[in-house]
């Protein structure tokens, strides 16, 4: 699985269409994802985000585009680049990003198994 950050109002504008993403195609070539293990190092982009967010939790293997790990800023890590638009029949959850009193991210319960990297 891996997890796409949006605004809530975003997705609602997209959770009924059966593709979705071309804005995210036009301004960087594909879609930014990231693996639950890494997302905990990308959330802080989302800190000055103050309308409610979401995380679009997708079955790799369910999308019709290609996924490639990269490692865009040389940091050592791959991120997931999704290079068309994701199939929604692909999104197995949608769930709210959190964040404590101070606006940080914090993992959703869910994802407490999986050991942060």
């Not at 949006?6 to 301004?27: H, L, V």
């Amino acid at each position: 699985m891996i997890l796409h950050c949006m605004k809530q109002s975003t997705w609602e504008e997209r959770k009924n269409k059966q593709y979705w993403g071309q804005r995210n195609i036009d301004a960087e070539g594909f879609i930014h994802f990231s693996t639950i293990e890494y997302f905990w190092r990308v959330a802080p982009i989302f800190s000055d985000v103050k309308e409610p967010l979401v995380l679009v939790c997708v079955d790799e293997n369910k999308l019709i585009p290609e996924v490639r790990y990269e490692d865009g800023d040389n940091c050592g890590r791959y991120y997931p680049h999704v290079y068309g638009l994701v199939n929604n029949d692909a999104v197995l959850d949608v769930l709210p990003f959190l964040r404590d009193e101070k606006g940080n991210y914090i993992k959703n319960p869910g994802f407490n198994h999986i050991e942060e990297k």
